[in-house]
């Protein structure tokens, strides 16, 4: 393959090939009696014109097709040198549109097309139970038992649930914090991913649980940093939160299930799972399992759901208890890939991916602008090819060699930014994104830019090259200048090319505007508390070093005394979490009075923590120091609880004094309700039903006490000083109660408010560097069709002049040109904006995805800065002499 671009050898093989057969040819007709002169001219004549020969021969064997696209690629390198200006045009405004596609497709590859590493992902299904509603549950294991024995849909099901609290690892060599999920022994067999050390689990019995329930799996990341690597710890001991495990296997680098962790360390480890005599039951003691499963071959999900959903009616006919048949009357099945991002970041992730190929096709739109005018402006040149033989094939090819050399440099530019925008971008995106997205380019990746390199050559040069080719040679020819007139029709097409421009900025504009007028929405959203002032650590708690001891007595109230006395701090107080807060929300269901049944969010909150947040009351009252173990079980509800559950529609407050929750046997009192507040994870998100329990109340004898204070807890604290001087002394108090709390998340509560619309900022950010560079580009196209106009037409100001028009007609005529395109452009961009308003409108907030006054805010700045950018070549319009314009004539 090599030997084919090896030119000059194969021509110095080709002229010694014909040389021997012209001399051999000349060898026989002497020795056949002619004259040496005589031979060698009867032989010139019998071979005719030799450099053509040679050519038919090198077309013949195929080399001549590929020394053509050798020489073009070497004539478009050397016209690049020639015109480094407009080169530098070129290739930055395709690296514009090139980077920004390529930096939206890297991150939705990582986080729509290909998130996992598993075989064969599209077979992987999540399996949930569900009363019909939007909630989902995990499954108990009766349940699974049924479908496991009775199902015919699926390969494998699956197991696990994550083990709770703060986790340990502990080895010989180091400590380090880990998650730990207990797993069915056949779950890496249904992921179809081998461990790359050892055999992993053994599955015993149709329960898949493991034989031995003391045998772990690392992972290489945890393998390689706290056992650096080592080859031999198979078969080695390991202690998690002081329970030995003995090391049965490693996952190779990359692999991670679950595919997502919002919170806490990314290290993982998987332990056996071993089922225990309470998960043969369905009390609130018995486990319930998270399941994947995978598809046979060519069962759909649709088939696989219909045979699941008869196996649940039937279960669920067996149970008593109503509410158990409820939660289990309905299976929800969805691809595991699916179930990775929410609905709203898929959207926005698909809309900014569109947004970036409408940058593209702009920067594609303008550098075809850009290549018309310089195959007009090469008429001439092109002209003289084809009158000496170039056929149109041949003068296609050289110029779309020419737009593929700028695609091609523009690609490696635009590789560099897209990858440096990543970079740049990597907090927010860590911030927002369920799965990491590596700055580095990998197979898909490249072939994505591969394929818009092409893409942008073909968009950008395959139009002017087929109009150029097909330019009549005569005329061109005829004309004594370098330039020859072209006729309206390219005036037309270069004009809409600067239309289509303008209209697709508008678009992009437009959207940038609709998300920034949600941001001013959302930051002047009434919150219903106050946020200054508010330190808020994040303490993801180590509950083996508190197993069967009162948290609450003996973590929390020291911690909670200490924290209170530091210099600076005007209250403390604890909460399960805050509001906004993005760390684990718990539902509760329960019953009114022993009648309505409802679902609530449930809080663990001590009484302080309404003078950090200046919680206000509706009615009632919140907790007191007269609220203790000993007491009567209290709780405190919201409005929205309230207005949906209160006995007396029209009078919510008759909801005080009603029974819920039964505590230590007792029911538990309702005795005030708080004023609404945006308690969810987004400012967006209108208040929901929420249940607060004073902490002093909640002992381990309590059926609900390990979900709402064994996993996790927020102090936050009120302070008269900044909290870069109070982090310090917080640290060390956590430090002090337990050591693992040290390296606890501390924040600000104005910092949690800001990342709850994260998801609108960070569209916000990439659309208003969309919008800037489409502005930007319009601009620039306009300018530059404009210019080249005046410059085509300066024979034409000179004589306009000449006959008596003024300087300000000649401004107003190019001016005029330009607030028609302008016009044009925004009449078309506001029907496109129209239209890809719905792809934002679970976006948006206080704005309409079809607000008339964005809209005219958008385009305002467009049409000025249009004029302007006409301005320029108007003006050099109207100052032209019409002397030196007539000279020529």
Same mark, same amino acid.
Request: charged share 20%; with cysteine; glycine share 8%.
């Given at each position: ?810 401004? =107003?005529?190019?001016?005029?040109? *330009?607030?028609? $395109?302008? /016009?044009? &452009?925004? +009449? %078309?961009?506001?029907?496109? @904006? ?18 008339? =006054?964005?809209?005219?805010?958008? *385009?305002?700045? $467009?049409? /000025?800065? &249009?004029? +302007? %950018?006409?301005?320029?070549? @108007? ?15």
């Amino acid at each position: 393959m090599l030997s084919w671009f090896r030119f000059n050898h194969r021509k110095a093989e080709l002229d010694a090939e014909i040389e021997f057969h012209r001399r051999m040819a000349t060898a026989d007709r002497v020795a056949r009696g002619e004259s040496p002169a005589a031979a060698e001219a009867a032989v010139n004549r019998e071979m005719g014109n030799l450099p053509l020969a040679k050519d038919v021969a090198r077309e013949t064997r195929g080399w001549l097709r590929v020394e053509r696209l050798a020489q073009d690629f070497r004539y478009a390198v050397r016209s690049m040198r020639r015109s480094p200006g407009f080169a530098v045009t070129v290739t930055g405004t395709l690296a514009l549109g090139i980077g920004a596609a390529a930096t939206m497709f890297t991150v939705v590859d990582h986080v729509l097309l290909q998130p996992t590493s598993y075989r064969d992902p599209a077979r992987l299904v999540a399996l949930n139970e569900t009363d019909g509603s939007a909630r989902n549950w995990n499954v108990p294991w009766p349940d699974l038992r049924e479908w496991i024995g009775q199902n015919r849909s699926f390969e494998e099901i699956a197991f696990g649930s994550v083990v709770g609290g703060r986790n340990y690892l502990e080895s010989a060599h180091a400590a380090m914090e880990i998650n730990a999920e207990s797993v069915s022994a056949n779950l890496f067999d249904t992921l179809g991913v081998k461990p790359q050390l050892g055999r992993g689990f053994v599955p015993e019995g149709p329960s898949f649980a493991s034989k031995n329930a003391s045998l772990i799996v690392l992972s290489d990341g945890v393998w390689k940093e706290a056992f650096g690597g080592d080859p031999h710890i198979l078969g080695q001991t390991v202690r998690i939160n002081n329970t030995p495990y003995t090391v049965a296997g490693v996952m190779p680098p990359g692999f991670k299930y679950p595919a997502v962790t919002t919170v806490g360390p990314r290290a993982w480890v998987w332990v056996g799972l071993q089922l225990g005599a309470a998960d043969h039951d369905r009390d609130w003691k018995s486990d319930r399992f998270q399941v994947i499963a995978r598809l046979r071959a060519g069962v759909s999900v649709a088939q696989a759901h219909a045979e699941l959903a008869a196996i649940q009616s039937r279960i669920a006919a067996t149970l008593t208890d109503a509410g158990d048949r409820k939660k289990s009357s309905q299976i929800r099945m969805r691809r595991y890939n699916s179930t990775l991002v929410e609905a709203d970041l898929r959207k926005a992730l698909l809309a900014l991916l569109a947004a970036s190929a409408i940058l593209w096709l702009i920067a594609a739109v303008n550098v075809t602008n850009l290549l018309l005018a310089r195959s007009t402006a090469r008429q001439r040149e092109i002209a003289m090819r084809g009158a000496l033989g170039a056929g149109r094939g041949r003068i296609v090819q050289q110029m779309l060699v020419e737009g593929l050399v700028f695609s091609l440099s523009a690609a490696v530019l635009g590789t560099g930014l897209a990858f440096g925008s990543v970079r740049l971008l990597a907090h927010e995106l860590s911030q927002r994104l369920p799965l990491p997205v590596p700055a580095a380019p990998d197979s898909a990746i490249l072939l994505a830019l591969l394929g818009l390199t092409i893409l942008s050559a073909l968009l950008s040069s395959a139009w002017p090259a087929w109009i150029a080719a097909r330019s009549p040679i005569e005329p061109a020819l005829r004309q004594g200048g370098m330039q020859s007139g072209v006729g309206r029709r390219h005036h037309r097409i270069r004009g809409g090319l600067v239309a289509v421009e303008i209209a697709l900025s508008l678009t992009l504009l437009v959207a940038c505007g609709l998300l920034l007028r949600t941001l001013y929405s959302l930051r002047h959203v009434p919150l219903g508390y106050r946020t200054d002032h508010v330190i808020v650590a994040h303490l993801d708690i180590p509950s083996f070093r508190f197993a069967h001891r009162d948290m609450a007595q003996q973590l929390y109230a020291p911690l909670l005394d200490r924290t209170q006395h530091l210099p600076g701090v005007q209250a403390a107080g604890l909460i399960s979490m805050v509001p906004l807060g993005n760390t684990f929300t718990i539902h509760f269901e329960m019953q009114l009075n022993n009648k309505t049944h409802l679902v609530s969010y449930m809080k663990a909150v001590t009484p302080d923590a309404q003078k950090v947040f200046g919680f206000k009351m509706a009615a009632g009252r919140f907790f007191n120091d007269r609220d203790t173990a000993n007491s009567q079980p209290v709780v405190v509800v919201n409005e929205a609880f309230a207005r949906l559950y209160s006995p007396d529609k029209n009078n919510p407050n008759e909801v005080i004094g009603a029974k819920l929750l039964n505590m230590r046997n007792h029911p538990t009192v309702i005795i005030g309700i708080l004023d609404d507040a945006r308690q969810g994870t987004t400012v967006s998100q209108p208040s929901q039903p929420e249940t607060d329990i004073d902490i002093r109340q909640l002992t381990p004898d309590v059926a609900f006490y390990n979900a709402l204070e064994g996993i996790g807890m927020d102090l936050a604290l009120r302070t008269s000083r900044p909290a870069a001087e109070m982090i310090p002394n917080l640290r060390q108090i956590l430090r002090e109660a337990s050591p693992e709390l040290a390296s606890a998340n501390i924040t600000t509560m104005d910092q949690i408010v800001e990342d709850s619309w994260a998801s609108q900022r960070l569209a916000a950010h990439l659309l208003e560097i969309f919008g800037a560079s489409a502005l930007l580009l319009c601009v620039a196209g306009l300018y530059g069709l404009l210019a080249y106009v005046v410059t085509e037409r300066t024979r034409e100001m000179g004589v306009r002049i000449a006959l008596g028009a003024t300087r300000g007609n000649l401004l =107003w005529l190019i001016l005029r040109q *330009a607030g028609f $395109l302008l /016009l044009l &452009g925004l +009449v %078309a961009g506001s029907a496109l @904006a129209f239209a890809s308003g719905r792809l934002l409108r679970s976006f948006l907030y206080g704005v309409q995805a079809h607000d008339g =006054w964005t809209l005219a805010l958008s *385009a305002l700045p $467009l049409f /000025l800065s &249009g004029m +302007v %950018a006409a301005y320029l070549p @108007a003006r050099r319009a109207a100052r032209v002499d019409p002397m030196e314009a007539l000279r020529a004539e």
